[in-house]
């Protein structure tokens, strides 16, 4: 592993906090030298972290302050985007994934290769606003589609949008998934030994894991089909053994 890949894996452990961080050292150095100088420095922090939608919070947000400073916005604005932030994305989830959509057409190849009976139990753990489960539906109509969302404000947005699902505010990982038939994620490569972990406790003979881009370590996908920039992995519950 390159010096600049293990940095970036340390890095990546650090989040939120490496961003805070490193907002605070281009601001230092705007104001020490100049906005140049802290722009600059604001790319070089950014290209550090791996994931594309880290690097672009971090590169954006001293940009974004000065346009604010320029709309001459009062100090306390501030604290309203932070507070509106929380309620949406309180801090203990910062852990799994943020907010990443599932595409519409992501289950639409499936059902040939995974048919599922009439009724059948399937969960989106962690289902945000409720992209993954219209393409669950889209793809099994007669499913009994469940969501489960740890953000109280996302969960109640996607009880509106989706009045069909049965969504609940709370913890995907207390979730206990053996009722499922089928349990999908949309995660993020640190989460995928834990939901592994998970799935060898809880799924039960005949179930199936689907998890978007990110494979369970040491374990071999039945399949795996493109899904536009993404890649869907199937999983068997034996071939988590």
């Known amino acids: 592993m390159s010096v600049i890949a ?14 805070l961080a490193a907002w605070s050292l281009s601001a230092l150095a705007a104001q020490a030298l100049d906005w140049g100088a802290g722009l600059l420095l604001a790319f070089a922090l950014a290209l550090l972290h791996r994931r594309p939608w880290r690097r ?20 306390w604005w501030w604290l309203l985007l932070l507070a509106a932030l929380l309620l949406l994305y309180p ?26 009976p009439a009724g059948e139990r399937l969960l989106d753990a962690g289902c945000g606003n409720g992209a993954a489960l219209r393409a669950l539906r889209r793809a099994y109509p007669q499913a009994e589609i469940h969501g489960v969302e740890a953000s109280r404000a ?19 990982w207390d979730e206990d998934w053996s009722g499922y038939a089928l349990v999908y994620l949309f995660q ?43 890649r869907l992995l199937a999983y068997g519950v034996d071939d988590l053994n």
Request: glycine share 6%; net charge positive; charged share 20%.
């Open 91 to 116: 801090r203990r989830l910062w852990r799994d994934a943020p907010l990443f959509l599932t595409p519409a057409q992501a289950f639409d190849a499936v059902p040939p290769l995974l048919p599922l």
């Open 188 to 230: 993020r490569p640190e989460s995928m030994a834990p939901a592994l972990a998970k799935a060898r406790r809880e799924l039960q003979p005949g179930s199936w894991l689907l998890s978007l881009d990110f494979e369970l370590p040491g374990c071999q996908p039945r399949w795996c089909l493109p899904v536009g920039r993404h």
């Open 6 to 19: 293990a940095a970036g894996e340390r890095i990546g452990r650090l989040w939120p906090a490496s961003a």
């Open 56 to 75: 672009a919070t971090v590169a954006l947000g001293l940009p974004l302050a000065l346009l604010l400073q320029g709309a001459a916005l009062p100090s």
């Open 154 to 172: 996302l969960a109640l947005w996607t009880r509106w949008r989706c009045p069909w699902a049965q969504v609940r505010h709370g913890d995907f």
